[in-house]
Every structure is written in structure tokens, then in C-alpha cells.
């Protein structure tokens, strides 16, 4: 089984939102940093957001900013990313991970993935 659990996705209309969350299967991660990832199809994996151990610092790619918002709930072992304002570009396959280390918008840094969870949105 995958180490973390994504869950939330859905088929939405543009200018609908949705809320991912993500879970660990076993393990905690509340000592990492997390970070969201997709994949469209035909596309490489791309960067979303990051949230700090603590949720306070967070990160994200030019393309969400002011539409999606990453936070986390350490006592409930989860993250977060609510997603607003959603357009047909945003349709792919979202992906959690633990930051291990170097740069917090490259997938390389991470570990852990969770098996996705697929957004799809609707003109």
C-alpha cells in the first residue's frame, strides 16, 4: 500500500472547487514538509503547492497562486489542498508527497508519493 492516500478528486465544472486531502497509510509525516504534485495527461509531473512541518510557510506554482490554498492538520495526520476557481487546464492526476530535502518545487526532493487522486474539470 502506498505510504500516503490522496482523496477529494472528482469531475467539476469550470469555476467549481474541490478539496484533496492527504492522509498517511501507516507512518506519520507531521515532522515533514509535504507537497501536491499533478500529472495532465501527455504532461510531465509539475509542481502545486508545499506547506512547511508546521503550515507556516507554504509554496506554490505561478499557474494556482491566488486559486489554491495548501494547509495541514497535524493532529489529524492530514493535508489539504483546496482548490478554487478551477479551470480545464487544472484537470489532472494530484499527487501528495514528504519533502526529504533540496528544492521544494522539485518532485526530487520527495518521497513518499501516494497513488493520486484525479480531478477533472469541465468547460
Known amino acids: 500500500q502506498a505510504p500516503l492516500v490522496e482523496s477529494g478528486g472528482g469531475l467539476v465544472q469550470a469555476g467549481d472547487s474541490l478539496r484533496l486531502s492527504c492522509a498517511p497509510s501507516?507512518?506519520?509525516?507531521?515532522?515533514?514538509?509535504m507537497g501536491w504534485f499533478r500529472r495532465a495527461p501527455g504532461k510531465e509531473r509539475e509542481f502545486v503547492a508545499a506547506?512547511?512541518?508546521?503550515?507556516?510557510?507554504?509554496y506554490y506554482a505561478d499557474s494556482v497562486k491566488g486559486r489554491f490554498t495548501i494547509s495541514r492538520d497535524n493532529a489529524k495526520n492530514t493535508v489539504y489542498l483546496q482548490m478554487n476557481s478551477l479551470k480545464p487546464e487544472d484537470t489532472a492526476t494530484y499527487y501528495c508527497?514528504?519533502?526529504?530535502?533540496?528544492?521544494?518545487?522539485?518532485?526530487?526532493?520527495?518521497?513518499?508519493w501516494g497513488q493520486g487522486t484525479q480531478v477533472t474539470v469541465s468547460s
Open positions: 508527497a514528504a519533502h526529504v530535502g533540496g528544492d521544494f518545487t522539485h518532485d526530487g526532493g520527495y518521497s513518499y
Open positions: 506547506v512547511s512541518w508546521s503550515g507556516g510557510t507554504t
Open positions: 501507516g507512518r506519520t509525516f507531521s515532522r515533514y514538509a
